[in-house]
């Protein structure tokens, strides 16, 4: 089993920024990607980044260029620096981890509210 612990939510003004962080605890061998997920209200949950085991990352369109996915192994982290916040970024965050086998895992999610 993994769990995964999100931090950093908030409520920051447009043109600001968050770093989200997801701590993993468990059976962190097995994850070989890892990332964030969001999820406005009466809307799907979509994702915004991911970064797998060898280090390549992938980002949705609507956020290329203004959020980075990293990961510190020593610390089984992942953060997600978020720069330049619109409101249309208000969502849901969640971790997720995909492991070997086939498994998903989420974070319990936490709130960005871009609002000035």
């Known amino acids: 089993q993994v769990q995964l612990v999100e931090s950093g939510g908030g409520l920051v003004e447009p043109g600001g920024s968050l770093r989200l962080s997801c701590v993993a605890s468990g059976s962190i061998f097995r994850l070989y990607a890892m990332g964030w997920y969001r999820q406005a209200p009466g809307k799907q949950r979509a994702l915004v980044a991911s970064?797998?085991?060898?280090?390549?990352?992938n980002y949705s369109d609507s956020v290329k260029g203004r959020f980075t996915i990293s990961r510190d192994n020593a610390k089984n982290t992942v953060y997600l620096q978020m720069n330049s916040l619109k409101p249309g970024n208000t969502a849901v965050y969640y971790c997720?981890?995909?492991?070997?086998?086939?498994?998903?895992?989420w974070g319990q999610g936490t709130q960005v509210t871009v609002s000035s």
């Open positions: 997720n981890g995909e492991s070997l086998p086939p498994k998903t895992y």
């Open positions: 970064i797998i085991s060898d280090g390549s990352t």
